[in-house]
């Protein structure tokens, strides 16, 4: 079991960028990753996951090429960098955690999550 703590969202304009870290209580090494993200009013959707050693990831088509997703296993770690951000990528961002990979999009597949962080993107 493990618990996961986001941070590193906050307000920035259209364009910049921002890089998010999910920290574990325990070892995320066995678990696939993945970051979601809720708009207001909207439901919850996929955004990109890594795989347990890093070396496959998988994008949201609306995110390709700007969002980058990686992990640091020693530290307990995984990052979403967030570039070219538009107003369109405001929500909160969560990432989650599972030891049971049926599909790496759907947020049923994922067994533990973190309480998420604010990004806003002004215009």
């Known amino acids: 079991q493990v618990q996961l703590v986001e941070s590193g969202g906050g307000l920035v304009q259209a364009g910049g960028s921002l890089r998010l870290s999910c920290s574990a209580s325990g070892r995320i090494s066995s678990y696939v990753m993945g970051w979601f993200r809720q708009a207001p009013g909207k439901e919850r959707e996929f955004v990109a996951a890594i795989s347990r050693s890093g070396g496959n990831t998988y994008y949201a088509d609306s995110v390709k090429g700007r969002f980058t997703i990686s992990r640091e296993n020693p530290k307990n770690t995984v990052y979403l960098q967030l570039n070219i951000l538009k107003p369109g990528d405001t929500a909160v961002y969560s990432c989650?955690?599972?030891?049971?990979?049926?599909?790496?999009?759907?947020?049923?597949?994922?067994?533990?999550w973190g309480q998420g962080t604010q990004v806003t993107v002004s215009s």
């Open positions: 989650a955690a599972t030891n049971r990979p049926t599909s790496w999009t759907m947020t049923s597949s994922y067994d533990y």
